[in-house]
T-cell receptor
Framework: GQQLNQSPQSMFIQEGEDVSMNCTSS?????WLWYKQEPGEGPVLLIA?????ELTSNGRLTAQFGITRKDSFLNISASIPSDVGIYFC????????????FGKGTHLIIQP | KAGVTQTPRYLIKTRGQQVTLSCSPI?????VSWYQQTPGQGLQFLFE???????NKGNFPGRFSGRQFSNSRSEMNVSTLELGDSALYLC?????????????FGQGTRLTVV
């Protein structure tokens, strides 16, 4: 099946720093989604991207759909303690089948 | 507007038993997908239901099955449980299946097989 390579696997940062993570694929995706998951909870949708080149913001979060349709990045500006969690990228493959394909996640840890 | 509801939240079963998990989608959503989440494999797609029909299926053995009812509620069943089936099972709902639809997840059912 298709795979998404998400990096970095984990990040240890200071409160107030900016964060950047990305996902790449060898295949084209028609939709890119970014989720955040906290312990004991299901993933919560942060941003959805539908068009190549699209840049979308949600508060301090900004995500972009790569123009090749094979990558996406998520930026978090001025991180705060409640940003701690695991961030997942997910994509809908070009054929639209097989549900969402998820990256392995980026574990964000913030030191006060 | 209520979110995706999964029951039960936690479950402990022994090897060889079977288990049924339930998912109630967001009101108005007709597509329900199931995912298995483990530390080693991450989130993996199990299957998707729309209009009471299985639309897509991931790469899981036949012990994993599901169904969807006319009110869009869905159940998944795992028979002859194995230790490796221990995982967080997540259900996601969306208005309709397809590439331009956002999926919203429930809190999951934590299954432990002993």
């Amino acid at each position: 099946g298709q795979q998404l390579n998400q990096s970095p696997q984990s990040m240890f940062i200071q409160e107030g720093e900016d964060v950047s993570m990305n996902c790449t694929s060898s295949s084209i995706f028609n939709t890119w989604l970014w989720y955040k998951q906290e312990p004991g909870e299901g993933p919560v949708l942060l941003i959805a991207l539908y068009k190549a080149g699209e840049l979308t913001s949600n508060g301090r979060l900004t995500a972009q759909f790569g123009i090749t349709r094979k990558d996406s990045f998520l930026n978090i500006s001025a991180s705060i303690p409640s940003d701690v969690g695991i961030y997942f990228c997910a994509g809908v493959p070009g054929g639209g089948a097989d549900g969402l394909t998820f990256g392995k996640g980026t574990h964000l840890i913030i030191q006060p | 507007k209520a979110g995706v509801t999964q029951t039960p939240r936690y479950l402990i079963k022994t090897r060889g038993q079977q288990v049924t998990l339930s998912c109630s989608p967001i009101s108005g959503h007709r597509s329900v997908s199931w995912y298995q989440q483990t530390p080693g494999q991450g989130l993996q797609f199990l299957f998707e239901y729309f209009s009471e029909t299985q639309r897509n299926k991931g790469n899981f053995p036949g012990r994993f099955s599901g169904r969807q009812f006319s009110n869009s509620r869905s159940e998944m069943n795992v028979s002859t449980l194995e230790l490796g089936d221990s995982a967080l099972y997540l259900c996601a709902s969306s208005l309709v299946p397809g590439m331009n639809t956002e999926a919203f997840f429930g809190q999951g059912t934590r299954l432990t097989v002993v």
